[in-house]
């Protein structure tokens, strides 16, 4: 069945530094693929997304990259800061479907 | 801006009771769904509804049922709850449209069958 991996599960950097968080899809037909920050004790929330017709897409500190050819995707943070500590989830859906399919989660922790 | 609430944050139950779960929109979204949330397995989709009285099965429907009578409200039903079903329980809701819909999600609420 439809199946999205995450990886790192956990990933600790420092202040200032770059994360970088890498997602696998399989079902080939996913074109629209969020990501969602989920702050302790939160609600998850939209942070970026990219539609399959686009390889990059950029907003500020955040990037998220999509290669259709490997089936995967990628987030990256830059110049992170102590307030980007949360959980983040990709995910993958595709037209015609209603379901979203999550990625188990990457804890990132920004040390200061 | 968009809400989605939930009725409870937390909530302690006894194994066999029968739990409800509510949650509400105000955005007039057509799609409303059910996650739950457990520590290294993401969040999972219990079930879905893309329209009053319509529901459909999610990847792991059993021990639930949801009831949609209202287009704003999508319940969540443990018929007989279980200790393997303490979770936190996410629910949110799209516009319609299918994929490439943002999901909004309520806050949860954090469920403890004893």
């Known amino acids: 069945g439809e199946n999205v991996e995450q990886h790192p599960s956990t990933l600790s950097v420092q202040e200032g530094d770059s994360a970088v968080i890498k997602c696998t899809y399989s079902?080939?037909?996913?074109?629209?693929f969020p990501w969602y920050k989920q702050e302790l004790g939160k609600r998850p929330q939209l942070i970026i997304d990219?539609?399959?017709?686009?390889g990059e897409k950029k907003d500020q500190r955040i990037a998220v990259t999509l290669n259709k050819t490997a089936k995967h995707f990628s987030l990256h943070i830059t110049e992170t800061q102590p307030e980007d500590s949360a959980v983040y989830f990709c995910?993958?859906?595709?037209?015609?479907?209603?379901?979203?399919?999550f990625g188990a989660g990457t804890r990132l922790f920004v040390k200061a | 801006d968009v809400k989605v609430t939930q009725s409870s944050r937390y909530l302690v139950k006894r194994t066999g009771e029968k739990v409800f779960l509510e949650c509400v929109q105000d955005?007039?979204?057509?799609?409303m769904f059910w996650y739950r949330q457990d520590p290294g397995l993401g969040l999972r989709l219990i079930y879905f509804?893309?329209?009053?009285?319509?529901?459909e099965k999610g990847d792991i429907p059993e021990g639930y049922s949801v009831s949609r009578e209202k287009k704003e409200r999508f319940s969540l039903i443990l018929e007989s709850a279980s200790t393997n079903q303490t979770s936190m329980y996410l629910c949110?809701?799209?516009?319609?449209?299918?994929?490439?819909?943002?999901?909004?999600f309520g806050p949860g609420t954090r469920l403890l069958v004893l």
């Open positions: 949110a809701s799209s516009p319609a449209g299918g994929a490439g819909e943002t999901q909004y």
């Open positions: 079902d080939s037909a996913s074109n629209y």
């Open positions: 990219i539609r399959s017709n686009v």
């Open positions: 995910a993958a859906s595709k037209t015609g479907g209603f379901k979203i399919i």
């Open positions: 955005m007039d979204h057509e799609n």
């Open positions: 509804s893309y329209d009053v009285k319509m529901k």
